[in-house]
């Protein structure tokens, strides 16, 4: 606290010897008045300013200041008493007193605290700007973003460590070295011209916050950047600080983010027009073309299941598939894929077999690979359909969210084979549902119109003789019904399968029919993957065929063949114009048929995944073989 007041205690103590020399001095009034008034002034205005220092500066400025003081009023009387002893001593008369005056203990005092403000002052800022400087260098050399100092000639004047590391050159090579060597040439001049506009208009022609550009490495290399500017003056010199940010990572990630929403746009496209196809087929060929499109790829291609493996289907690209060997479901990228379910996605196939020839599989490293080689895949699970591999030439070509993607083409692919199948399903028990109605209005009507005419005449006559055609009739009513009650209740249906010998269902079918002497030849003793139950019945059904047509002395024989089986008699054949229509609904030529039997084989043989086809045995009779698809 004393320190604060000490130029306002020494401005009183200088006015308090100002009024006591004015009081003892015996002088003229208006002389007194002039030899203390410059002293008076002093004090006063020291205890004025001393007033105003202890509120508006620090105490150690403030006793430095008293300091000065206190020396400017040393000086001052010493000077006062020099002069008035050496020089006035010569010129005062004999015996007369020497007075003491305060004007020049005054003036020194007055000129110590302007010198000593002035002083202090100076000294106070190069101290203030000496720690501004250490705060701004502990800030900065820790500082893992980039700072940049320049001048008004654009050239470097400070630099912190980070920008080392983001640019390539050491703070010791850029300072003093232009601020243009660390951007791109394009960018050189309009900095330039905008830093003079600047300078000499006050025109800022960009914003300084937060500024995207581009940064220029040592090694060439151009890279984003965002820069803020901020500007402080020192000395009348302008002073530009930059902080620079690498924005690399964020760029990539608005490119990414641009590229999703740019290909998710393009899936809803591609999405419709699947929706719209009328076929499987049409699905799986705009699949291809559309995975292309959405994901900016150079070929992609579906490869459907059949059984246990993947078969290379369609492609985007016009080139032929016969290179594309069908792979296992259980190896493979293909296989890998589809047997988790989820999307694979691979950046580099250098080391796996050449995408271009065997895409739906492993392979030997490939050391001599050609650039226009697939080197990125996505391979798209389709549920129980199969998968689509989708190929880039470009390394890393899809991203993450790329993925996504892929699970949401996924699905409207699979909605759509589902809607296919589901207007299938509709479109068969339509027909179904049709073959019924005829089958009731027609087939069923007939016995019932003979049973109904034969009682009437019983009736009418009371001969039995009538009797036995009234039973023919509801014996051929009760198996129509039950081939209808078949059709309608299993329909296409198949149980669980599991290997079956097919010797034994031969045989026990063989049972489980009226034969009388008919002979069965059994020439396999192979294995098969069926619902048991549902393939005695196709035996059963043929074997009824081949009796119904072939008399009760006629032969059967149950064989195989590349990929099935067959089922040939020695009955008198089927000719090549009725192959056609033997497996629609109600289809007979025997007048005791119902017509359902071959439908109900039919049904069941493709319900397992095969096909039938009827040919001539080897002794003229009828040949149904059956084969997988």
């Excluded at 028990?429 to 009437?456: C, T, W, Y």
């Excluded at 048991?532 to 195989?560: K, P």
């Amino acid at each position: 606290m004393t320190n604060q007041w000490s130029v306002a205690i020494l401005g009183f103590l200088l006015l308090l010897l100002t009024l006591v020399r004015a009081i003892t001095d015996s002088d003229i009034p208006f002389i007194d008045f002039v030899e203390v008034s410059l002293p008076l002034l002093v004090g006063v205005g020291l205890i004025v300013g001393g007033f105003w220092l202890a509120r508006t500066h620090t105490a150690d400025r403030i006793a430095q200041l008293a300091k000065w003081t206190i020396g400017g009023s040393i000086v001052g009387v010493a000077v006062n008493l020099w002069f008035m002893f050496i020089i006035s001593l010569e010129q005062m008369p004999a015996g007369e007193p020497i007075v003491l005056n305060l004007n020049g203990a005054g003036i020194f005092m007055a000129a110590a605290v302007l010198l000593g403000y002035y002083a202090t002052g100076l000294e106070a800022r190069e101290q203030q700007l000496e720690r501004s400087e250490t705060r701004f260098r502990a800030l900065t050399e820790n500082s893992s973003i980039a700072i940049i100092s320049i001048d008004e000639t654009s050239t470097i004047r400070y630099t912190n460590d980070a920008v080392e590391a983001l640019f390539g050159y050491s703070a010791a090579t850029l300072v003093d070295e232009p601020l243009a060597m660390l951007m791109p040439e394009r960018f050189r001049e309009p900095h330039l011209a905008g830093l003079s506009r600047y300078l000499a208009e006050g025109d800022r022609s960009v914003d300084w916050d937060g500024l995207e550009l581009y940064g220029l490495r040592s090694n060439g290399e151009e890279f984003p950047i965002e820069v803020s500017f901020g500007e402080y003056v020192v000395e009348g010199d302008h002073i530009f600080t930059g902080v620079i940010q690498d924005i690399s990572d964020r760029k990539a990630a608005q490119q990414q983010l641009h590229e999703h929403t740019s290909r998710v746009t393009k899936l809803h496209g591609v999405a419709t027009d699947i929706t719209r196809a009328d076929s499987k087929a049409q699905i799986f060929q705009r699949t291809a073309d559309g995975a292309v499109d959405v994901f900016d790829a150079d070929v992609a291609r579906v490869a459907i299941i059949d059984g246990d493996q993947l078969v290379p289907t369609v492609s985007s690209d016009s080139a032929p598939l016969d290179a594309c060997n069908p792979v296992s479901t259980t190896v493979g990228y293909a296989g890998q894929s589809y047997q988790s379910g989820k999307v694979l996605r691979l950046d580099d196939l250098t080391d796996t077999r050449s995408a271009a020839q065997f895409p739906l599989q492993d392979g030997e490293p490939q050391p001599d690979t050609e650039p226009t080689d697939p080197q990125a895949l996505l391979s798209i699970p389709l549920g129980k359909y199969g998968v689509v591999q989708v190929l880039a030439h470009k390394p890393a070509a899809f991203s993450e969210r790329d993925e996504e993607v892929a699970e949401m083409l996924a699905t409207h692919v699979t909605t759509a084979l589902q809607s296919i199948e589901a207007e299938a399903t509709i479109r068969r028990e339509r027909d179904r549902f049709e073959e019924f109605a005829s089958i009731l209005s027609h087939d069923l009507r007939n016995p019932l119109n003979v049973a109904q005419g034969r009682l009437e005449l019983i009736q009418k006559t009371g001969e039995i003789d009538h009797v036995e055609a009234i039973d023919r009739a509801l014996d051929r009513m009760e198996r129509l019904i039950e081939d209808l009650l078949t059709l309608a209740r299993e329909g296409d249906a198949v149980g669980e399968t599991e290997p079956v010998a097919l010797r034994a269902v031969a045989n026990q079918a063989w049972t489980n029919v009226a034969t009388d002497d008919a002979a069965l030849e059994v020439e396999s003793s192979v294995q098969i993957d069926a619902d048991h139950s549902r393939l005695i019945q196709v035996f059963e059904n043929l074997y009824r065929n081949a009796i119904e047509h072939g008399g009760d002395t006629v032969t059967v024989r149950v064989g195989t063949l590349e990929g099935g089986f067959y089922i040939e008699d020695t009955g008198p054949g089927i000719t090549e114009d009725d192959r056609e229509d033997v497996f629609e609904s109600g289809f007979t030529t025997n007048q005791d048929g119902t017509g359902f039997g071959l439908a109900i084989v039919k049904r069941i043989v493709e319900a397992h995944g095969w096909e039938i086809e009827v040919t001539t045995g080897r002794d003229g009779g009828a040949r149904f073989e059956i084969s997988d698809i």
